[in-house]
């Protein structure tokens, strides 16, 4: 929900952690804005979720704004950047938030958190248009990668195999949920010339090759640390897990997101059974 996603990125906020950046803002703008959040915070759990319910709170932000007017810091760039947040995700004023926004470019332009926020959405860009484009009946753009023992991995190794890219973590319930549909069609179909190539995003490579050798899930995984940054879902613009793509033996798409006997059928038809 909307009002879930703002409430955890207030809470990055109550932690010091900005959205973008790794590092805390310093100044008496961040310390302020951290208790207004908290206020804000406060009141959707309370169930309050329009304007008028968070009437004060709104008007504290112009108040804040308005104690810090002519600081083009971070930290105040922040402010505006919550407010626009709290429009978007709780009010659903997505024109209000845009105009926010837009004018936060504007007024902060050539600070850090503007360049951050110009990137994300530059990277969020990117991700819809690869994702756009990972259409049935479309060729599955290669990589040529190394696996978590060191071996090569690209879809061109398996040319005349049917692929399955699994996009998945061992923290995501829904991915854990879909193994055994998974492992079971792989052992039904890998002698026939059924392949799975596993995109971890892990961030704990032990845990992770624990987990596939407790699973028996003998296929390769790629896996570089880096969780919601792994290369490879940021290449492919993975915005939620489990993901999947089958492919036919020229790697073109021929199926996505199959669950169950979906999945099943969609490989045995593909091997030609």
Same mark, same amino acid.
């Given at each position: 929900?909307?009002?879930?996603?703002?409430?955890?990125?207030?809470?990055?906020?109550?932690?010091?952690?900005?959205?973008?950046?790794?590092?805390?803002?310093?100044?008496?703008?961040?310390?302020?804005?951290?208790?207004?959040?908290?206020?804000?915070?406060?009141?959707?759990?309370?169930?309050?979720?329009?304007?008028?319910?968070?009437?004060?709170?709104?008007?504290?932000?112009?108040?804040?704004?308005?104690?810090?007017?002519?600081?083009?810091?971070?930290?105040?760039?922040?402010?505006?950047?919550?407010?626009?947040?709290?429009?978007?995700?709780?009010?659903?004023?997505?024109?209000?938030?845009?105009?926010?926004?837009?004018?936060?470019?504007?007024?902060?332009?050539?600070?850090?958190?503007?360049?951050?926020?110009?990137?994300?959405?530059?990277?969020?860009?990117?991700?819809?248009?690869?994702?756009?484009?990972?259409?049935?009946?479309?060729?599955?753009?290669?990589?040529?990668?190394?696996?978590?023992?060191?071996?090569?991995?690209?879809?061109?190794?398996?040319?005349?195999?049917?692929?399955?890219?699994?996009?998945?973590?061992?923290?995501?319930?829904?991915?854990?949920?879909?193994?055994?549909?998974?492992?079971?069609?792989?052992?039904?179909?890998?002698?026939? !010339?059924?392949?799975?190539? $596993?995109?971890? #995003?892990? /961030?704990?490579? +032990? @845990?992770?090759? %624990?987990?596939?050798?407790?699973?028996?899930?003998?296929?390769?995984?790629?896996?570089?640390?880096?969780?919601?940054?792994?290369?490879?879902?940021?290449?492919?613009?993975?915005?939620?897990?489990?993901?999947?793509?089958?492919?036919?033996?020229?790697?073109?798409?021929? !199926?996505?997101?199959?669950? $169950?006997?979906? #999945?099943? /059928?969609?490989? +045995? @038809?593909?091997? %030609?059974?």
């Amino acid at each position: 929900m909307k009002t879930k996603l703002f409430l955890a990125v207030a809470t990055a906020v109550l932690l010091s952690s900005n959205p973008f950046t790794p590092s805390a803002f310093a100044g008496d703008a961040t310390t302020e804005l951290k208790a207004m959040v908290e206020k804000i915070r406060a009141d959707l759990a309370d169930g309050k979720k329009n304007k008028n319910d968070v009437a004060d709170d709104l008007k504290q932000f112009d108040v804040l704004l308005a104690e810090h007017q002519g600081e083009k810091t971070d930290a105040v760039a922040n402010i505006v950047y919550m407010k626009a947040m709290l429009y978007d995700q709780v009010f659903h004023d997505q024109a209000k938030a845009s105009e926010l926004v837009k004018q936060l470019k504007i007024d902060f332009q050539g600070t850090e958190f503007v360049a951050a926020l110009e990137k994300r959405e530059a990277a969020q860009m990117a991700a819809q248009k690869m994702q756009a484009a990972l259409t049935v009946g479309a060729k599955f753009p290669d990589f040529n990668e190394k696996d978590v023992a060191g071996k090569p991995l690209s879809i061109a190794s398996y040319k005349g195999k049917v692929v399955l890219v699994d996009f998945w973590a061992t923290w995501c319930g829904p991915c854990r949920a879909e193994l055994p549909n998974v492992i079971a069609t792989y052992k039904k179909y890998h002698d026939q !010339g059924f392949e799975i190539i $596993g995109v971890s #995003l892990d /961030q704990d490579q +032990a @845990k992770l090759t %624990g987990f596939t050798k407790s699973m028996n899930m003998t296929w390769p995984q790629f896996f570089d640390g880096q969780g919601w940054q792994n290369k490879l879902a940021v290449n492919y613009g993975i915005e939620s897990i489990p993901a999947t793509y089958l492919l036919d033996g020229n790697g073109k798409i021929i !199926g996505r997101d199959l669950r $169950g006997d979906e #999945l099943t /059928q969609a490989v +045995a @038809k593909a091997l %030609g059974e």
